[in-house]
């Protein structure tokens, strides 16, 4: 079974750009969540959705924003890229419930310049 | 609100060494505990969980038990090896789908 994707797996943008994010879950699976990885601030939750509908969210500016579609594919979108959003962004998929794992793809490292 | 913290790293030491890093952890309820590991370049890989007290996780020579009395949940290995170098996160996890990590501590092993 394919694990989870990520694409791009780079990405440079600078300051003031939008960006789109795209994670493919492990086939099955219904929730994906969004994490941001920062040697300052460590792994911050973003995000979770699942069936298409955002579940979860953690404490971070209106301008992170994602969607979930039919197939559970994912995408977050950063507007307005500050210095500070450079980071690893790491998605993970599970089926949702309470005491599933949730596996990782490898991130998006984004520089913004 | 939750959280997590671990013992600050670097942590340095040689093959076939006895290793423990530690974690504690603040939540309101009863969460699942894991450790999670990510080597360079990669995401992170569960390395194991616990889901309630007194519950131990164990894969790869990895062990932890879940400490309700202490809110602990501290990894250890009885022997490392050079292939185990990596950084290590705690982490907790109550009722969504939404994973509180600690600060992550990074192992290096030396032959």
């Known amino acids: 079974k394919a694990g989870v994707t990520q694409t791009p797996r780079y990405l440079i943008k600078t300051r003031g750009q939008q960006v789109t994010l795209s994670c493919s879950p492990i086939?099955?699976?219904?929730?994906v969540s969004w994490y941001q990885q920062t040697p300052g601030q460590g792994l911050q939750f973003l995000f979770e959705?699942?069936?298409?509908?955002?579940?979860n969210k953690g404490n971070f500016p209106g301008r992170f924003s994602g969607r979930q579609f039919s197939n559970s594919r994912s995408e977050m979108n950063v507007s307005t890229l500050e210095l500070g959003d450079s980071a690893l962004y790491l998605c993970?998929?599970?089926?949702?419930?309470?005491?599933?794992?949730?596996?990782f793809g490898p991130g998006t490292r984004l520089t913004v310049l | 609100g939750d959280s997590v913290t671990q013992m600050e790293g670097p942590v340095t030491l040689s093959e076939e060494a006895f290793l423990t890093i530690n974690c504690t952890y603040t939540?309101?309820?009863?969460?699942?505990l894991f450790w999670y590991v990510q080597y360079p370049g990669e995401g992170l890989q569960l390395l194991l969980k616990?889901?309630?007290?007194?519950d131990k996780g164990s894969n790869k020579g990895f062990e932890a038990t879940y400490r309700k009395e202490t809110t602990s949940f501290h990894l250890e290995k009885g022997s490392v090896q050079v292939s185990d170098s990596a950084v290590y996160f705690c982490?907790?996890?109550?009722?969504?789908?939404?994973?509180?990590f600690g600060q992550g501590t990074r192992l290096t092993i030396n032959p």
């Open positions: 993970a998929s599970s089926q949702g419930q309470v005491f599933d794992e949730q596996f």
């Open positions: 086939s099955g699976h219904r929730s």
């Open positions: 959705y699942f069936s298409e509908t955002q579940r």
């Open positions: 939540a309101t309820g009863y969460p699942s």
């Open positions: 616990a889901t309630k007290a007194d």
């Open positions: 982490a907790l996890k109550e009722g969504a789908q939404k994973l509180v």
